[in-house]
């Protein structure tokens, strides 16, 4: 049996929103296309260049910001390191100027409204996240590629099974909970340390500490920054933001001036059901309306997903004394050994499998952390991922307008109470007497996947996304 290698780095990343599949992916597909005519010498000798989107990409990449994301990676910059404020004056100066300059050394004539095409009715075989670039010369001659945004932020370029990425041998391979749970007893090691000890197959133990910490640094950062912002999100459907409401009203006017000291004052009040599960709306909430915004978040295991992870990790470190490093180090690992099994046996996109595919496992993987973190065996973890992607079997992905908002945000919040409940859920059980295993879940949100409609997976022509009118006000 061959094993694909997955790192924690890939299954948690840091980027920018709104849509891992729609706006990440195709920002890396296109930095890879620069890439490729620079390592030709041929980036100077462009002269024109057309951008084709498939799929659901055509179908929803306006709310997705799918056409900035190719802008800026063909720009040459970059989602982890590019300030998140200057992306909408770069977009409004090439539309100005109907100029591009490729990789920030070559300018070439580009007109986003006639250089990007959105072919809604035209779909590629090998996935629904389809983009073609074609670059043309003073010669006559052209360059084309194909890319695929399979989900998460992962890039596959046609012709190629995992877009010559390295490959690795790792001391313990893993396709499936079966293959973890084998090791585990072996070894006697729990999840997180059978994940570090792979991960010493890319890098030194301390590169990977010093990563994982850095996640978390862009996630508590992206809570702090959504729970103190207000406004409209961008788009259209005139979204208020309401995490920084409920965290006025939850603090109560008692004074803090940083990550820290807020910590301090959300501790203080108490940790009775109401005022928790409070906490854990808020702290969703923020995060994936930072995301709808084009700021920084970290795909986990993607964009749309993206709040539940980190929620669940804020609820552990303020109400369950996880506030060590550690401690967050293991969580972190554990989560993204879960993610894993799901991209490899299934699918972590929706425009394959529905929201099932993001919210879903991003509820599976918070679950499983959690029940690790809180003293639960290798078997209770799995036992929590699998509770907690039963109860999203079937979820399908309708966007509203293709953003990532409505019903999108509040979903962050229900994966996360979810992933709770399923944690405490597995912690009172015994696992051994466990009728569905998370292999059999997995395989049958795969096959749920494969039987859902197309309209439900992120095209918008389903769902809420055709039975609430745009023009209706946020209440």
Known sequence: MSYEAISVFDMLKIGVGPSSSHTLGPWRAAQQFVQKLQQDNLLEQVTGLKVMLYGSLAKTGVGHGTDIAVQMGLSGDDPVTCDVNAIHPKIKQIAAEKKMTL???????????????????????????????????????????????????????????????????????????????????????????????????????????????????????????????DGILPGGLFVKRRAAKLNQRLTAGKPYHDYDSWLKVITEGGNHFTYILDWVSCFALAVNEENASFGRVVTAPTNGAAGVIPAVLQYYIVFCNGNDDEKILRFLLTASEIGSMFKKEATISAAMGGCQAEIGVSSAMAAAALTEALGGTQRQAMMAAEIAMEHHLGMTCDPIGGLVQVPCIERNTMGAIKAITASQLALQSTPDFAKVSLDAVIKTMWDTARDMNYKYKETADGGLAVNVPLSLPEC
């Open 103 to 229: 990789g920030a050394v070559h300018t070439i004539d580009f007109n986003p409204n006639t250089d990007i095409h959105f072919l809604v009715t035209e779909s590629l075989p090998f996935h629904s996240n389809a983009l073609s670039f074609l670059a043309s010369f003073a010669n006559g001659d052209a360059v084309a590629e194909t890319y695929y945004s399979i989900g998460g932020g992962f890039v596959v370029k046609e012709g190629e099974s995992n877009s010559g990425k390295q490959q690795v041998q790792l001391p313990f391979p893993i396709n499936n909970a079966d293959d973890l749970l084998r090791w585990c007893i072996k070894t006697g090691l729990p999840i997180y340390e059978v994940v570090l000890e792979n991960e010493l197959a890319w890098r030194s133990e301390q590169e990977t500490r010093d990563g994982v910490m850095n996640i978390w640094r862009v996630m508590k950062e992206c809570i702090y920054r959504g729970c103190h912002t």
